[in-house]
């Protein structure tokens, strides 16, 4: 490898910084109007300084480094030889921003950085950073087979996002230049643009989303951009608002206090039914009602202030309050409600021009809508959830654009500010890294339920995973969180019945969730207060547990829950509310199924390492040594158990946490498999007198590993 060692050498800059030593590419042809060419390959001037390149702009050294990097790269591609993988561009990102108002070249590198920041505090993170600008050669392979390159722009201490800047040595791709103020009339009238084309195009389609024609009981009726004032019983559109608000624990005291002006008790509501100014309101309340407001709404709905928060009558019915809502305003750019909703957009403070280096045109990428809710700190709240997925249409606001989305049509800004023109721009979305499949449209399981869709339990099994993952204050409100999505469920499936976030119809399935790794629990931090949800429900697992729940197995025969009533009388009217109320208390379940042990008695306890080996990035277990005898391993840190029969294919299963871990090591509990499907199983504990406890789960179970097992009749709490 001496080449790529020479090639990785590193020199010291006239600044003091050391980057990496490229080797010094062929020279590119000149303009005959060219100045000289901007690169000295032993100069010793600073990164900042500029000079015209062949195509009349503006380049300072660090692109230098850059071009030099694309040249030889693509050469070495050409070639089959080893690549640089990176060069420094800059010493800080205040150093870029600087360098960004005379060089071109190096706006777009600003620009592809800003634009991964969702929110304005990641934004100001990076502003705040002081470690090195790099860029990094990236090479993917294109969906029609053929090899791609991009770049990405890392600050080496900011929040972890890189930013992506798009190649193309065919042709130059358009540049956008957006307002940079989130308040300009263009913006707004924008925002409003779609709305329309959604209320006058899409009748019969995202109105008919829906879910009653109840509107709140309290309702904000904005008077001015200064002033407005509750009222009752207002039966009129409003606009719903989706937002965080914030950690406690990180708030400083007059953020705290700021929140807590915003709020409506008792003591204020009569108070509040006459005009008052929003000075005290929180910013991103405020910065919410002037949307709403210059969008020529005149009432919006928004719980800080509209649900009476030392009487919270209506948080089981929130559902209703998105659902129902001409539209609902996500706060994507604001991770407390005390931050501004409309702030600078950085990102379009400084215009980018098409420009190329080392003959590549540069571009940077469009987030698309689903990476923007990944993102969003929206993401992280267990409440948010159902404000998203409940809700016909919304408007998304982030630190660098507005998004629109409608079970019809998803729009992003994209007129530009220097030419209003109604054709959007052709700009790749996230061309590198796009991660649009891992997350459903917002509005798909509205679409299924009124479609008819017979099977929802893989939108159900969606909805669980997302929510597992997310956060809340009150631990009482597991369940009551996801209520809203429940009776939307059950009022599209009226014969189901919902089980402590688990469905009857689909139980199996239901029960078979696995975690990706066993839970450690905090004694010392377990609310005692905190309702005890049943060991079979998701719902007993911490907060921020990842979860999988898409087990493909056909149903076992012998597997049935035993209950009363376990289909609801066809043709009954069923008042989804209070049933999915009353199933949100239940504790047990009774039903039948063939068990066994996990492991028989004759079975030997082994090292996990000693079976366990990685092929390819595969782990794969081999037990060429000793086929015939039977044995079991435990992993002590990721909670899995392995089985292993008599030259039979080996079970895998899951537990749930760790202290149960360290019981089964320890020979506390004796693990039992109770088959679900023909390839799924619980893991269970025998509490006595008939009732168990689960403790995990395997998928991908060989058939016949229950065949010989007793069909028992059990309680599971």
Known sequence: MPLLRSLLSRHTDSEGKLSAKLPKSPKSPKSPKSPKS??????????????????????????????????????????????????????????????????????VFRQSLLLEEVTFDGVKKIQDAQGEVIVRWQETTATDGAPSTFLTVEVEDGPGRAGVVNCNSQSEVAHLALHADGRETAVIEQAKEWMNVCLNNHIGQCDNLKFSSESPQLLIEILSPESIRLCENQSSEYVALSYCWGNPQTLSQAELDEVERGKTFTTNLDRRHQPFRIDDLPTTVRDALYIVHAMGIRYAWIDTLCIVQDKPEGVATMHKVYSNALFTLCACATTRATAKLLDRREAWTQRTEPCRLGGQWLTTSDMSLNELRLRSPLAERAWTLQEERLSPRMLYVSSSRFHWSCARSHEMELKP???????????????????????????????????????????????????ALRNMTNLKDRLTALSGLAAKYLSASSLDEYLAGIWAKNLPEGLVWKVEQAVDIDGNKVDPMAPKW????????????????????????????????????????????????????????????????????????????????????????TFATNPEQDMHAIQSVSGRVLVYEDRKKEVVGQLDFLHDVRRVQSGQVELLALEIGETTMLLLENCGEGIYRRVGAAWDVRKDFVAFAVCEVLILR
């Not at 000079?51 to 850059?66: A, S």
């Not at 360098?99 to 071109?104: G, P, V």
């Not at 547990?545 to 009954?572: H, L, M």
Request: glycine share 4%; with cysteine.
């Open 38 to 107: 901007p690169r000295s390959p032993k100069s010793p001037r600073p990164l900042t300084f500029t000079e015209r390149n062949p195509d009349y702009l503006n380049q300072c050294v660090g692109c230098n480094k850059v071009e030099d990097l694309i040249r030889w790269n693509i050469e070495q591609q050409k070639n089959g030889g080893d690549r640089v993988p990176w060069t420094l561009l800059h010493n800080s990102f205040d150093e870029l921003d600087k360098c960004a108002t005379k060089c071109e070249i190096c706006r």
């Open 417 to 467: 500010t220097y030419e209003q023109k109604v054709t959007k721009l052709h700009r790749p979305v996230y061309a590198a890294s796009d991660r649009n499949t891992q997350m459903p449209v917002a509005q798909e399981f509205l679409l299924a339920c009124h479609s008819g869709t017979s099977d929802l339990h893989a939108f159900w099994a969606d909805i669980v995973k997302s929510y």
């Open 534 to 621: 049943p060991s079979w429900s998701w719902a007993a697992l911490p907060l921020h547990t990842a979860i999988g729940t898409d087990a493909k197995s056909a149903r076992s025969a012998s597997f049935q829950r035993i209950a009363d009533d376990d289909i609801r009388t066809p043709g009954v009217r069923v008042d989804v509310e209070n049933a999915v109320k009353q199933g949100e208390h239940t504790k047990e379940i009774c039903v039948t199924g063939r068990m066994r042990a996990l492991w028989k008695p004759s079975s030997c306890r082994i090292d996990w390492s000693s079976v366990s080996r990685v092929v390819e990035g595969e782990e794969r277990f």
